[in-house]
């Protein structure tokens, strides 16, 4: 089954593998990280393609201004050929995203995130909403491989969980809404 990927970039670093983080490690870890979202700002390929794995998959949730949502997958080459194009190359100074935080580290493979500097209540609400949105896709997914492989207690484990996560979905986005000063 696919890696489930959450608004995080899995990086992998050729040549040395990481067996705890050491500081070394940990400054290897973000300086790859920089590289990709810098490389996706400067729209310097040579940058973008240092930091992805060549099997990379990258999940996002996108919203239309009607609101209705979509997941969209996006590979390594998909992100090189969009720096290429100058991708982030329009976003304004005080809107990039250069605050690294890791969250994993295992073998030779971290997961990180690079986040918004004094983002507001409403933002951080926001991306949990999407995040929680691209986890209820991949559910949905594993339950639909578990039921073509005939395992009906996987398939009604995630069926189970799917609906948590809907109505943990449903109250962020009521939050949302609301306009009671919370996220304003």
């Given at each position: 089954m696919r890696t489930l990927v959450l608004a995080c970039v899995f990086l992998v670093f050729t040549g040395a593998a990481v067996q705890a983080q050491s500081t070394t490690d940990a400054g290897a870890i973000k300086q790859t990280a920089l590289d990709y979202i810098e490389g996706w700002y400067e729209g310097n390929t040579e940058r973008m393609e240092r930091a992805l794995h060549p099997e990379l998959a990258k999940r996002i949730?996108?919203?239309?201004?009607e609101?209705?949502?979509?997941?969209?997958?996006m590979s390594a080459m998909t992100l090189v050929q969009g720096t290429r194009r100058g991708g982030g190359k329009n976003t304004l100074k005080e809107k990039q995203q250069k605050d690294v935080t890791i969250l994993d580290v295992f073998e030779n493979a971290a997961s990180v995130k690079v986040a918004e500097r004094d983002a507001t209540m409403r933002a951080m609400i926001e991306e949990a909403d999407r995040n929680l949105l691209v986890v209820i896709q991949e559910m949905r997914e594993g339950a639909r491989l578990a039921d073509e492989a005939n395992d009906a207690g996987t398939n009604d484990l995630f069926a189970r969980t799917v609906q948590i996560h809907e109505k943990h979905e449903w109250w962020l986005r009521d939050i949302l809404k609301k306009h009671d000063g919370l996220t304003s």
């Open positions: 949730v996108r919203t239309n201004a609101g209705a949502s979509r997941l969209d997958q």
